[in-house]
């Protein structure tokens, strides 16, 4: 699909915030704070990029809220699994922290095939849903730095995203209807139990489905639930910025 057609779905599902939905997303993994709206100055002009590992991040924000520095960030969700930032450092001349706060803001997903999801929590808390062959996926968090010098605003700020991993941590981080059409390859029929905003753990085969009892298709739920457990990509994608 061409890029514009792209575009021009992103704003569709934009455009639907308001009027439709297909369902209710929980907390992201880690588990984030309440959303908002930076409307703060930003210390950037225009979004900066970073590549490592062929993906491409986007640094969007960055600014002073109260005594916190914010960093705004946009990057790709490479496959249908739970991605986030794992590990970050903020260098601030000599000093280091790594003690970055995760808030989601945005979401871009594939939820099955032919459908993409849209997330913004800050928005509207359900989550808005079209049609598509394909579409740029991607999930946007503020990362919070504390407990930072008092002169932080004078010194160049250097962030650093070392890591994304996948994991899931409550029952929809699981992708459970990715996980369903998967399976139904091999398994005609079977579903999977595993409550929204429920430990991920709790997941289970339906009984109506019939294979509740079926070894083989035991083992193939565990091996996905293994897969969305086990991405590990490494950085580093770099920013440096100053007020």
């Known amino acids: 699909m061409k890029k514009s057609n792209r575009l ?4 569709a599902l934009l455009g639907i915030l ?9 907390t992201m993994t880690p588990m984030p704070t309440s959303s908002g709206n930076i409307t703060s100055s930003s210390w950037i002009t225009e979004p900066v990029q970073s590549t490592q590992s062929d993906l491409t991040f986007e640094l969007l924000h960055v600014s002073k809220i109260g005594d916190d520095l914010v960093f705004r960030v946009k990057f790709p969700l490479v496959d249908w699994r739970n991605w986030y930032i794992s590990v970050v450092r903020l260098t601030l001349g000599d000093e280091v922290f790594n003690n970055a706060q995760t808030e989601f803001f945005e979401r871009l997903y594939k939820k099955s095939s032919g459908t993409y999801c849209l997330y913004q929590p800050s928005y509207n808390e359900l989550e808005k849903c079209i049609p598509a062959d394909d579409m ?31 994991g899931a941590t409550y029952c929809e981080d699981l992708r459970i209807p990715y ?4 399976l139904s390859k091999d398994f005609p029929g079977l579903t999977l139990e595993c409550e929204a905003g429920q430990n991920a753990g709790t997941y289970k085969i339906s009984e109506t489905s019939g294979f509740a009892d079926n070894a083989e298709a035991q083992a193939a739920v565990e091996a996905m639930v293994a897969e969305a457990n086990s991405g590990v990509i490494s950085g580093p994608w770099t920013f440096e910025v100053s007020k």
């Not at 968090?141 to 994304?164: H, R, T, W, Y």
């Open 136 to 166: 740029d996926t991607y999930q946007i968090v503020n990362l919070i730095f504390s407990g930072l010098p008092a002169d932080f605003e004078s010194k160049q700020a250097v962030l650093d995203i070392l890591e994304i991993s996948t």
């Open 8 to 11: 021009i779905m992103v704003f």
């Open 179 to 182: 996980m369903e059409e998967v």
């Open 18 to 26: 308001i009027i439709s939905g297909c369902g209710k997303e929980a």
